[in-house]
């Protein structure tokens, strides 16, 4: 347990980050695809004009969003993914407006959830488990491929599960969630509770805002420390208010402290839903986490 004994050196809190993955356990990062959109619907006020600016010919921000799993080797439960990336049709799901708005700019035949789970020497096919941070298409849509496998649990909180499907029924929310993967025929798995021991290691915390029922995955690795992988409650790192793509701004507010505060008793390293420079720099630290 070095890193963890490192952090319960810096102020952790020991509770908070006792329950550790067994020795064996590793988890790789699978980059799966770029997207790219208008800054106005990822930073609030994003884009917008100002009066000492008005007149003066401007163009938009646009910001690049990586999008990756995590593909965790477990000894007790088998290889579980954090998320699945938007699939491999996504432009098709979506059609020709929303992908114009949300474009898939980068997908390589490497960015395949297939290929991108082979590469580290595991097939699609051993995946046990999934945890979806939040169900929205370019976290989910990898879903398509598991279309037919009854044998593989897909883990999500109990609220993310009823608004995806309400908001798909009744057309409130479409373009973000799709009918294409939100199917009965899947293994669907819930809870209810704020936070979720999920197994040896792995701890779910509830962080609404960004979506009704988004989570965050705490993973304590027995060397590499504590992770928080937080999905899109925050698409970068300084935490900065959604833009149009937010949906609860008190409700995201108060998990942002609460994150905040998770941070500051595990001292652990959060890890946002589509920050380039800590993407980059997690391929760089290691090519396998232990
Ligand atoms: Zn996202």
Request: proline letters at 4%; aromatic letters at 10%; glycine letters at 10%.
């Amino acid at each position: 347990m070095f890193k963890i004994q490192d952090q319960i050196d810096q102020g952790a809190i020991s509770s908070y980050v006792s329950n550790v993955c067994p020795q064996g356990t590793k988890f790789h990062v699978l980059e799966v695809g770029w997207l790219e959109c208008d800054e106005g619907y990822v930073i609030r006020g994003g884009n917008s004009s100002l009066k000492s600016t008005e007149g003066n010919s401007s163009i938009n921000k646009r910001r690049e969003l990586p999008m990756y799993c995590i593909l965790i080797d477990h000894p007790h439960e088998g290889i579980i993914l954090w998320e699945t990336g938007c699939g491999k049709e996504y432009p098709l799901v979506l059609g020709p407006v929303l992908s114009d708005v949300f474009a898939r700019v980068r997908y390589e035949p490497q960015h395949e959830l297939r290929a991108a789970i082979a590469a580290t020497g595991h097939r699609i096919e051993d995946v046990k488990k999934i945890i979806i941070g939040h169900l929205h298409i370019d976290h989910a849509g990898g879903l398509d491929e598991f279309l037919d496998r009854k044998d593989v649990e897909i883990w999500v909180h109990d609220k993310e599960l009823r608004s995806a499907f309400w908001s798909v029924a009744t057309g409130a929310d479409i373009g973000v969630y799709q009918e294409s993967y939100l199917k009965l025929g899947l293994n669907w798995k819930t809870f209810d509770e704020q936070t979720f021991d999920f197994c040896q290691g792995i701890t779910l915390h509830h962080l609404p805002g960004h979506t009704d029922g988004l989570i965050g995955m705490q993973i304590n690795m027995p060397q590499t420390g504590t992770f928080f992988f937080i999905s899109d409650h925050c698409h970068w790192r300084d935490g900065i208010p959604q833009g149009w793509l937010a949906r609860d701004y008190p409700a995201w507010f108060r998990s942002t402290q609460r994150l905040k505060h998770l941070e500051r008793i595990t001292k652990g390293q959060v890890i946002p839903g589509h920050d380039k420079e800590t993407l980059l720099n997690l391929q760089k630290q290691a090519k396998v986490y232990i």
